[in-house]
């Protein structure tokens, strides 16, 4: 407490680190809105509007993304992870006047960010990648993977295994991932499915 002539004053440090009494986030004493609750508590708008925004609860990743997540051995390579299963890619026009320069990482972008998604099947001759890695020669998906984030090379400093695991995840838990998988079903199907002959009856003759 400071004293301040006849009347005392709390002693704030704006940095402090508080949870919001409605939601529970994680705050700054200098992001409370005006006034206590009555019971005391200081309120908060950027989060949940103090209490007006109600966002269902995070639910728990699925096996074996959860026991991954507590790997200090797989945490540097969750981007590669990600990157693996990604379904589309960013696309801009990214400003490398300011990579690499000194002081902190600046990633910068003119105009729209757009996601580029393409076609279900790669073009003739091309390589598969993104959403078409679940749909198109996934008897081969793990190299198919591999090359598409090395850009030819199928090694990887990534287990295989873990590869796996996490492909068959987003088989069962993803629901895009279970349209891709539907769409490649129906590609391999008609594909191959035999020729159906019908046979008609011409006017005063047989069988044709």
């Known amino acids: 407490m400071l004293q301040s002539g006849k009347k005392k004053v709390e002693a704030n440090d704006k940095w402090e680190i508080l949870s919001c009494p409605s939601c529970h986030a994680l705050v700054w004493a200098a992001e409370a809105v005006g006034g206590h609750s009555s019971r005391g ?27 991954l997540l507590e790997s200090k051995k797989f945490r540097p390579h969750i981007r590669v992870a990600n990157s693996l299963l990604a379904f589309i890619s960013m696309g801009a026009q990214v400003d490398h006047s300011v990579t690499g320069t000194q002081g902190p990482f600046t990633f910068q972008v003119h105009g729209q960010i757009i996601h ?14 993104y959403l078409q890695l679940y749909i198109f020669d996934t008897d081969n998906e793990l190299e198919n993977r591999k090359r598409a984030l090395t850009q030819g090379s199928s090694s990887l400093a990534f287990d295989d295994s873990v590869i796996i695991q996490l492909i068959d995840m987003m088989d069962k838990h993803n629901h895009l991932a279970k349209t891709f998988r539907h769409d490649r079903d129906s590609v391999t199907y008609e594909a191959e499915r035999p ?14």
């Open 116 to 129: 580029r998604i393409g076609s279900l099947l790669p073009e003739d001759g091309a390589p598969s990648e």
């Open 41 to 67: 508590e200081k309120q908060f708008t950027i989060c949940c509007q103090q209490g007006r925004v109600r966002l269902p609860p995070v639910r728990e990743a699925p096996s074996p993304l959860r026991e």
């Open 195 to 208: 020729p159906i002959l019908f046979q008609y009856r011409r006017r005063g003759k047989g069988l044709v």
